[in-house]
């Protein structure tokens, strides 16, 4: 899929820089990222449209779903998956379904 090309093109931008110097681009690589930028936009519209996909729509539904998953007072400063939190809170009901004095 050309999208997936246009990605990698992007991201050959910054293959070999370090964090810092991803900020700092000089003139011509930051024209060829912004080239680069659009090229995934494009196709990233172009898609949700043939999909008839509300961009915007998307964009807040998938952050209502991250909110749930990782809730600011659990993961702030973590960078464990949702599923590991899944399985602290299983594990957790579990000790709290434990009967008082039996060990289990």
Known sequence: MALSVEVSEL????????????YTLDQQQRAAVVDEIADVQMYLARLADKLDINIGEAIEQKINKNEAKYPAEKVKGSSKKYTEYVKE????????????????
């Open 11 to 22: 991201l050959e931008n910054f293959q070999w820089l370090t964090e810092e110097q991803s």
């Open 89 to 104: 809170e299983q594990q957790e009901s579990q000790k709290d379904e434990t009967p008082a004095g039996k060990k289990g």
